[in-house]
């Protein structure tokens, strides 16, 4: 069974299809990559898993309906890290980590050992114990994409869906990110990542859906994915491929 | 101990407060003879504190409490230090519709239908954002939904004033949309108190909600936050409260917005934590507010709207000035 199902998805905002007849799953222990051009739905699909807008066709969260689920029950078995790594007030590094617990737990009650636990594991894991006192606002760019990720995998949920992990992080970063997402695939987790770098795509996923115009055009993996004749069509550029390690990517050559 | 210094301070200072206000007016009293009329209720002493300082101490501290628990709820709601109880407009048709009891419906200033006028009028504003916003709208429909009724209450005021049947109504009216707590009795704290201890209710249980809401809508929804009804009930919890404190007290500027930030840096900018000390802040600062007006030198008590402001503005400033660095790195 997928820990993620999604079939026959038709989302529309006003008389637009934003989402047209998508199906997905997503499994235990791997990370999907979901790329495609501006504008092709990926964030509006990515809404809808995670419960935050309704839309036609079914969701299944572990074998159960999506709708059917309380918010809460909902949030522990989805994790849903937005765009833009969003800090309104100067909290502490750690009470933002915290928040990621919210869907655990009796809400009048402090942090419970398994709290505990799970924010040390998220910390140490993303490398921000050292600024765990911190005012989140005062942090790098970089560094807040690591506290925003540590929050997302606080929560302990089975599926993680995150929306341009890598977007305005310097390459080092990017890297570093990309890689706390596969690990925490390879301890179990399911994870679908909005992506616009192809070649990370390539070099990070499992497995690669490419969206376009509302539809998923193509899925498989990164290889047969990306191919460059792919490339044209979907993204209008032309691509070379070269090798990363044991790995083909693909870098975007010229825009046709 | 440590973790709550801040409210132990507060806590300690509207102690104290309340005993300074019962003592201080035209016939000043000792603490001790403050206290013992507070007691035993006997006496010229028993008489002027039980029936003349407490209800308008009291009073000072539920509005003050009030006002602050709304300001920094409305911060937390829009995640912006810049929000204020008046933001949805409830304040505002709360003095339209006393106003219009004053003008017209031939009752004294400190009268019972006064308040409840303005109660009524807070409430009809709470339907009319409903009705014009929705239940699901968006937090910028809501907000401009809200700009458009104070707009529209404000106009309303001016109206009266326009045409208030004599100068002295309409100085009366003035007068009495600057606050004041002078000569209010325990007919308006029975009135007022249960709206605010309401208010204090349905905005207390989304403390987590606005914590949550730190991360922005989409996270916090997907925390499992019910973003539509914490929205919805921090403009009725407002509305009410608000409402209440200016139906029977007027217009108390600045408290709601000055005090969350008194308070905000000691809990960490937590939106959550910083409820209740926003709470005892607002309280403090209209207690000292009231105090102070009683002991100015003025042969005519200055109101309450303008010395919370005078006393409100300095120490907002001092404080911009001190955090101007983390309040423009919570901005980008």
Redesign the interface.
């Known amino acids: 069974m997928s820990a993620l199902s999604a079939s026959n998805i038709t989302m529309s905002i006003g008389t637009k299809e934003i989402v047209r007849d998508a199906s997905l799953s997503l499994n235990a222990g791997e990370l999907v990559a979901l790329v495609g051009p501006n504008g092709a739905g990926k964030t509006t699909l990515m ?1 809808a898993l ?3 807008v309704p839309a036609r066709g079914t969701i299944t969260l572990a074998g159960k309906l999506l709708g059917s689920l ?3 029950e ?2 522990r078995g ?5 765009q ?1 790594h ?7 590094v750690e ?2 980590v915290m ?2 617990r ?2 655990h737990g009796d ?1 009048f009650s402090s942090a419970s050992p398994d709290d505990r636990a799970a924010i040390t594991h998220a910390m140490a894991t993303t490398e921000t114990q050292m600024f765990a006192e911190r ?1 989140v ?2 942090l790098s760019g970089g560094e807040k994409a690591r506290v925003a990720l540590a ?1 997302a995998l606080a ?1 302990q949920a089975p599926v993680l869906l995150a929306d341009e992990p890598t977007a305005a992080l310097d390459p080092r970063h990017q890297l570093v990110v990309m890689e706390l997402l596969r690990n925490a695939a390879r301890n179990g987790n399911a994870i679908l990542a909005i992506m616009h770098d192809l070649t990370l795509a390539a070099r990070f996923a499992d497995r690669v859906l490419i969206m376009n115009e509302g539809r998923i055009v193509a899925e498989g993996a990164p290889a047969e994915a990306l191919a460059p004749e792919r490339l044209a069509s979907v993204f209008g550029v032309e691509a070379v491929t070269v090798a990363v390690g044991d790995k083909r990517v693909p870098i975007a050559g010229r825009a046709l | 101990m440590g973790r709550f210094r801040i409210e132990i301070a507060l806590t300690a200072l509207i102690l104290v407060l309340p005993v300074i206000s019962l003592m201080v007016g035209p016939a000043g009293l000792s603490p001790r003879a403050a206290i013992a009329g507070l007691l035993s209720g006997e006496g010229p002493a028993g008489i002027i504190v039980r029936e003349i300082r407490l209800p308008r101490t009291l009073l000072a501290a539920l509005i003050g409490a009030t006002l602050g628990l709304s300001g920094a709820a409305l911060q937390g709601l829009l995640r912006n230090p810049l929000a204020e109880p008046a933001l949805f407009g409830a304040p505002q048709a709360a003095a339209a519709a006393a106003a219009l009891v004053i003008a017209f419906g031939f009752a004294p200033v400190t009268s019972f239908a006064v308040p409840g006028a303005g109660i009524l009028g807070a409430l009809v504003s709470i339907a009319g954002l409903v009705a014009i916003a929705g239940r699901r709208a968006s937090l910028t429909v809501t907000l401009l939904a809200g700009l458009a009724l104070a707009s529209f209450a404000g106009a309303m005021t001016a109206l009266i004033l326009n045409l208030a049947p004599n100068p002295f109504i309409a100085l009366e009216i003035a007068f009495w949309l600057l606050g004041s707590l002078e000569d209010r009795s325990s007919d308006h704290l029975i009135i007022a108190a249960p709206f605010m201890l309401a208010s204090w209710v349905v905005l207390g249980v989304n403390a987590r909600a606005f914590r949550a809401l730190t991360l922005g809508e989409d996270a916090a929804a997907s925390l499992g936050t019910d973003i539509g009804r914490t929205r919805i009930m921090v403009v009725i919890g407002v509305a009410l409260g608000v409402g209440a404190a200016v139906a029977v007290a007027g217009a108390i500027g600045f408290v709601g917005l000055v005090a969350p930030h008194l308070v905000r840096r000691a809990v960490g900018s937590d939106p959550a934590r910083v409820m209740l000390p926003a709470a005892l802040a607002g309280a403090a600062l209209v207690l000292a507010a009231d105090v102070a007006i009683r002991l100015g030198p003025s042969a005519v008590e200055i109101k309450l709207g303008v010395v919370t402001a005078l006393i409100g503005v300095p120490i907002f400033l001092s404080m911009i000035f001190r955090e101007r660095r983390l309040l423009e790195g919570a901005d980008s």
């Open positions: 809404r995670a419960g935050l309380g918010p809460r909902r949030a989805v994790s849903y890290l937005p833009g969003i800090f309104h007030w100067p909290m502490n009470s933002i928040l990621g919210a869907p809400p005012p606002t005062t929050r929560t």
